[in-house]
Nanobody
Framework: QLRLVESGGGLVQPGGSLRLSCTPS????????IAWFRQAPGKEREGVIC???????ESADSVKGRFTISRDNAKNTMYLQMSSLEPEDTAVYFC?????????????????WGQGTQVTVSS
């Protein structure tokens, strides 16, 4: 079964940093477009940041300069590095991947999803 497994969520204070990890099961990320989404209570799922197979990156205005997406092909793992976190960043975060070298931040584009991990930013 092809799926993604996330780790790294938790509670962090405003202004702090957190790194999420996501590892595929049953396939390799090389050649895939990868992305991170988030969903806050009562809100729609939002595409936060994505990266094409050629490492072209696109991010939401709300996270520009604070969030970074990356992948380590040797470890077959993708990451979301979050810094200067704000209470508004509180959400369940999902990693996603699609079998294409190119993609955007729309959830319908992605075939493979992680189970979600809670990130809470609070003092």
């Amino acid at each position: 079964q092809l799926r993604l497994v996330e780790s790294g969520g938790g509670l962090v204070q405003p202004g702090g940093s957190l790194r999420l990890s996501c590892t595929p099961s049953g396939f390799h990320l090389e050649g895939y477009t990868i992305a991170w989404f988030r969903q806050a209570p009562g809100k729609e799922r939002e595409g936060v940041i994505c990266s094409s197979a050629g490492d072209y990156t696109e991010s939401a205005d709300s996270v520009k300069g604070r969030f970074t997406i990356s992948r380590d092909n040797a470890k077959n793992t993708m990451y979301l590095q979050m810094s200067s976190l704000e209470p508004e960043d509180t959400a369940v975060y999902f990693c996603a991947a699609r079998i294409s070298s190119w993609g955007g931040r729309n959830s319908y584009e992605y075939s493979y999803w992680g189970q979600g991990t809670q990130v809470t930013v609070s003092s």
